[in-house]
């Protein structure tokens, strides 16, 4: 038989087992030990902080038959705590107004309130996430609030207050739950770990606390999971949990310090291809930059970190605080904020990343760097450094070609030439036998076999531009500086040349270019070529557009239709 979750075994039995929501129990105990408590009640916060569990006491307390007088803790010993425990309780119903939102539910539960209880003191009616209820719903429901009957009881739970209508507010007695806080849930998993006889260290304690947020279903649900380790550590317990490692974390920092674009993608994508959880990197990155914020304006030692930093990392975020701009900390947190809640939702999780970073960079430092690159690759692939290989082998090239055609000699009598562009950068080192006329022809089906591969690198090539193909390299401009930092990382190159590959059988390598490097005359061509696209795309749509006129024999409507 499976072992019952920690979280439903150590879910509190009395009052005095709950931990944290001090201002709800003192008043649930004074209400429930003097009798005087209300026909409805509403508990409201975020998931996992105790609204059901609350919901429940209220249930054995005011149903236990061996209740202390003046004393608002059940006994847990009678037969109706007993009941309520297991689950078991007639009298006792919960319902989830999630999947049970409709009038025809709360007509069928209004019939139930007005059956007296057939084996408890009081009827109680638990209704979860109570918000999702219909307006219908909440009107039925009203009318048995209004006019309560004195053996039921209403406890509603919702995790949206703000969705509750007033006139359901005004009928209930009021309660807003708050996460527990931390040294209080921190003691409550060391409590767990001692009754399941679990060896934890401090620090791993506080990280578990750390990463629950101040939910302790979460929290308790962590402790259940690492508890399968034969030796806990911090560093097993983050490789258990998916856990980033902290080296990610504090150089992405380092290098927003220093406007180093090219290795805070490359740690993103580190990230991603690691299979760590994009968002959780994205929380570590702000409580960092959070933590560094507070360095600057208080005293180390009245910083509080709770264990969650080990000491190298501790040492390097109180190094990089003391001359990291805080203007740039806060547009970053800002920005990091910002773009996550706006791609919620994109098939590419890691983009929301990229563009907070990008957005707040320092652009003459991304110009430098631009710059610096594109210099650097045309210092590699120029005469002066790959072309004296290259001239002792022309000859026995042309020796071997003597006898074809002489048209063939002539382009190998011209030699590499130091270009002024990068589009032109290339030494021609061998021909391919497939012409750029066919590699522009058959370049959707090698964005199809990238597209299996990379989906977002097969899409960001869709806004590219073919330029030219000299020699066995193909020249791909791109509009942006971070279009080109994607196709010119040696990763998404070998899946491109890996592709072409595929389609062509035989080796051709691939040169990013930006278009603004290009000269006037490059750049009219460019322009053209696009022009010349969507005009065949127009074409295609314009000609779809009169098959359908053909085949119904009329305009069809494209109006939408207001149902």
Known sequence: MAKKAFYRTYRPQTFSDVYGQSHVKKTLENAISSGTFSHAYLFS????????????????????????????????????????NEGGATDVLEMDAASHRGIDEIRSLREKVRVSPLRLKYKVFIIDEVHMLTKEAFD???????????????????????????????????????????????????????????????????????????????AVSLLNQIATLEKPTLGSVKELLGVPASEYVTLVIESAQKNDMATILDVIQKVISKGYDINQFADLLLSRLRFML?????????????????????????????SFDETHATKLMEAITKY????????????????????TADKKSLNDQQSKLIHSSKTEDSPEKKGVEKKPQKPEKEKER????????????????????????????????????????KWPKVLTIIQKENYSLAGLLKSSCLFDLKGDTLIIVLDFDFHFDRIDDPKNKRVIQAALESEFNEPILVQPVLLSHLSDE????????KKVAQTKKKKVVEETYNSAVEVFGSEPDLTVGTG
């Open 45 to 84: 916060g975020p998931r996992g902080i105790g609204k059901t569990t609350f919901a429940r006491l209220i249930s054995k307390s005011i149903n236990c038959e061996k209740r202390k007088e003046n004393s608002p803790e059940p006994c847990n010993q009678c037969a109706a705590c007993a009941e309520i």
């Open 140 to 218: 039925a429901l009203l009318k048995t609030l209004e006019e309560p009957h004195a053996h039921s009881v209403f406890i509603l739970a919702t995790t949206e207050f703000e969705k509750i209508p007033k006139t359901i507010m005004s009928r209930c007695q009021s309660f807003s739950l708050h996460k527990i806080p931390f040294d209080e849930l921190s003691a409550y998993l060391q409590k767990i770990a001692k009754s399941e006889k679990i060896k934890l260290g401090s620090e791993v304690i506080d990280y578990i606390t750390f990463l629950s947020g101040g939910y302790a279903r979460d």
């Open 402 to 441: 003597a006898e074809n055609e002489k048209k063939e000699k002539k382009p190998k009598e011209k030699g590499p030439v130091v270009e002024k562009n990068p589009a032109q950068k290339s030494t021609v080192k061998k021909t391919v036998s497939a012409s750029f006329k066919e590699v522009e022809k």
């Open 294 to 322: 507070l360095l600057k304006y208080q005293e180390s030692d009245s910083v509080s970190y709770y264990g969650v930093l080990d000491e190298s990392e501790y040492k390097t975020l109180k190094n990089l605080s003391a």
């Open 522 to 529: 490059e750049q009219k061509k460019i322009a053209n070529q």
């Open 340 to 359: 996550q809640q706006l791609f919620v939702d994109s098939p590419h999780p890691e983009l929301f990343l990229e563009m907070a970073f990008l957005s």
